[in-house]
């Protein structure tokens, strides 16, 4: 019953839920940019390389010009430019779509381990610079317990949040979003209607470099003020995992987002719990619990997800 | 014009072979940088390299692991002696050693003395006695009484530095007859900083306030999240002195002497003294030790340095055993 004990004193610690926020926030970029991309017609499974990118241009527009806000406006233009690459050639030139992004997940992991060196200095990781300030909401009083769950948190958090109603009013409210589904679903149909197919999945797979470079930004000046190699380590994946587990929607990305978020604070906090004598050599087990939660609720919660129907299909222009 | 370089380019390097003693060292995939044990094996050849004139110093980096059998063999052919870097080279310099057995080998932070051959010397290092010592100040110093260990994937080295840790943290119990608790968790990498920083702020949430870090490029996350927790919160740095990456906040490093075997083996080949075999470095060899602490000795009482002092001593006398394994822990 120990376990039992150990899930109840997690949930019953404030930090669990702003550490689930904080573990949710980088999926959560990168998730929505993954749906507009998909929803438009093509995969994008370049996150993880996008997000590379974005953490590294972060850190160097934080280093170069000394504020790292202009570090994350160089992260979103590294972040559509890797995308436009992307966009280019799995929309104009019919490539295949998972080459071109794989291209690009390999290109950003080369590139930023390769430019450490001579841009900061040093292999490895770069020195520590300014970060973003976190939002301090001090009326809820310091070490209160609410104030430990949401009163100090990162912009990125808010705007990350604020991103998934944007999009959802996009995808679903406005006539441009009819439209990135007509041509995400039926691109024949839309062209013939006069919509411009190139046009809506560039448009697509440029909001999802904008979004997933915010996602890496985060990592580097949101949290660490500082770009240390390889330093997404898979989640650009996850993201992926989160987007199809919300099947396809804006909603269904937060709540898959903060579950993988929920099982990770989870599992940091299990795994500190001194009341379960768990031997060490156990202990990396339990970094698969977000994994073990996504296979429980696919298989038994969620029903069949669709995507896109013409989902990863390139389309070439008639006539 | 370029057949009149290439000539030149040979008389250059032929008197430079023919009386130099060339020492090569070829790097793990790390690569120089890794403010870890490739950075520490080069500054052990170089100090030779500086202190004798005859002494050439060079190095080849390995991009990927197939590179290490090729790398070795380059290595060997241009030179004396050939310094090999990292537990992944183990395969390796089993396979190239004994095709040139004119060369004297030394592989860091691994034993390869069951294969036997005669012109191999490995070191390896007591982890756990640096990280006792470690283990022993986190636990006089926490006000809490509960201090944590993350570890990246528990390979013998990390494991190594955890069970050293909790036995220093026992020691600490024992003598003064306290209860510290010690929180451990692995991150199961050693490049996701962002999930060191969280995994310290969950240790810190259940009432840790100093956290040993041995994994990797995740301890900076574990510094950064110090950092923000301000005073009173603390982190342990490891394998080199990281404390300069924090000044104040953290408390120590647990080093290991990864320069000093460097710097040994290739000196007593230069001399002669070559020995073939292995080597296990600790305390006792002054192989493991903490950090000089250049940040934080005015803030550690003087009767927590006394007594680390003191317990140095009695390691280095084997008046202690340290514990290396989970059993022997127990036992402790």
């Known amino acids: 019953m120990n376990i039992l004990k150990a899930i109840l004193d997690a949930f019953a610690n404030p930090i669990f839920y702003s550490l689930t926020l904080s573990a949710a926030t980088p999926l959560l970029f990168a998730s929505l940019g993954g749906l507009f991309s998909e929803k438009t017609g093509v995969t994008n499974i370049a996150l993880e390389g996008i997000m590379l990118l974005g953490a590294f241009s972060g850190i160097l527009g934080t280093a170069l010009f000394g504020s790292p806000w202009i570090g994350i406006i160089l992260a979103m233009i590294s ?44 292999p490895g990781s770069t020195e520590i610079y300014d970060k973003i300030p976190k939002i301090e909401l001090k009326f809820l009083g310091k070490g209160s317990f609410l104030y430990n769950m949401i009163g100090s948190l990162s912009p990125f ?4 949040l604020i991103l998934v109603v944007v999009s959802w009013f996009i995808i679903y409210k406005t006539k441009l979003g009819l439209r990135i589904i007509a041509v995400g679903e039926n691109p024949e149909a839309a062209d013939t209607l006069g919509v411009s197919v190139y046009g809506i999945r560039w448009f697509g797979v440029l909001m999802s470099g904008l979004l997933a470079s915010l996602g890496g930004a985060y990592l580097s000046v949101g949290e660490l003020g500082q ?93 | 014009m370029k057949r009149l370089l290439t000539v030149l380019l040979v008389l250059m390097l032929v008197p430079v072979f023919a009386m130099a003693f060339t020492v090569t060292m070829v790097t ?29 110093a060079q190095v080849i980096q390995s991009n990927e692991q197939a590179d290490y059998v090729p790398n070795l063999s380059k290595a060997a052919e241009m030179s004396d002696v050939v310094v090999a870097v990292g537990f992944l080279m183990v395969d390796a310099l089993e396979q190239v050693a004994p095709q040139y057995p004119d060369v004297y080998f030394i592989g860091i932070d691994f034993d390869l003395s069951a294969a036997g051959i005669p012109n191999v010397k490995t070191y390896t290092f007591k982890e756990h006695e640096t990280a006792f010592l470690a283990g022993f100040l986190a636990g006089a110093m926490s006000e809490s009484k509960i201090v944590g260990f993350i570890g990246g994937i528990p390979v013998p080295a990390v494991v190594k530095f955890q069970i050293g840790y909790q036995a220093g943290v026992k020691m600490y119990n024992k003598l003064h007859n306290e209860n510290v608790q010690v929180l451990i968790g692995y991150t199961q990498n050693f490049t996701d900083s962002q999930k060191g920083k969280t995994m310290t702020e969950a240790q810190y949430s259940q ?44 408390l120590t490093s647990a080093m290991k002497g990864i320069t000093a075997a460097a710097y040994m083996g290739v000196l007593d080949a230069y001399e002669g003294y070559f020995t073939a075999g292995h080597e296990e470095l600790g305390l006792e060899e002054n192989g493991v030790q903490l950090s000089e602490m250049k940040y934080t000795k005015d803030i550690i009482p003087q ?30």
Request: glycine residues 12%; charged residues 20%.
């Open chain 2, 303 to 332: 009767w927590i340095l006394v007594e680390i002092a003191g317990l140095k001593a009695m390691a280095k006398d084997g008046e202690i055993d340290i514990p290396a394994t989970e059993d022997e822990l127990k036992a402790f």
């Open chain 1, 227 to 319: 770009f240390t190699e390889n330093m997404t380590n898979g989640k650009g994946f996850i993201a992926l995992a989160a987007m199809i587990l919300g099947n396809w929607t804006p909603k269904g990305a937060l709540f898959a987002c903060l579950l993988f978020g929920a099982a990770d604070a989870m599992n940091e906090q299990l795994q500190s719990n001194p009341s379960l004598a768990i031997p060490s050599s156990a202990k990396p087990l339990f970094n698969l619990i977000p994994f073990v939660i996504t296979l429980i609720v696919v298989a038994g919660f969620v029903g069949k997800t669709r995507s896109p129907a013409a989902d990863g299909v390139p389309y070439e222009k008639k006539g």
């Open chain 1, 79 to 122: 972040g559509a430019a890797a995308a436009a690459l992307h966009a280019w050639a799995s929309i104009n030139f019919q490539a295949n779509q998972i080459v071109s992004a794989t291209a690009i997940i390999l290109l950003a992991q080369g590139l930023t381990g390769f430019l450490l060196e001579p841009v900061f200095g040093k």
């Open chain 2, 28 to 56: 793990d995939t790390g690569g120089l940088g890794d403010q870890s044990f490739n950075d520490g094996t080069w500054r052990g050849v170089e100090m030779i390299a500086e202190e004798f004139d005859d002494v050439e």
């Open chain 2, 207 to 250: 009432g840790a306030d100093i956290v040993f870090a041995a994994a990797g490029l995740c301890g900076l996350g574990t510094f950064e999240a110090a950092k923000e927790k301000g005073e009173g919160y603390y982190a342990i740095g490891v394998d080199v002195d990281q404390d300069h990456l924090a000044p104040g906040k953290i």
């Open chain 1, 157 to 160: 958090v808010y705007l990350a």
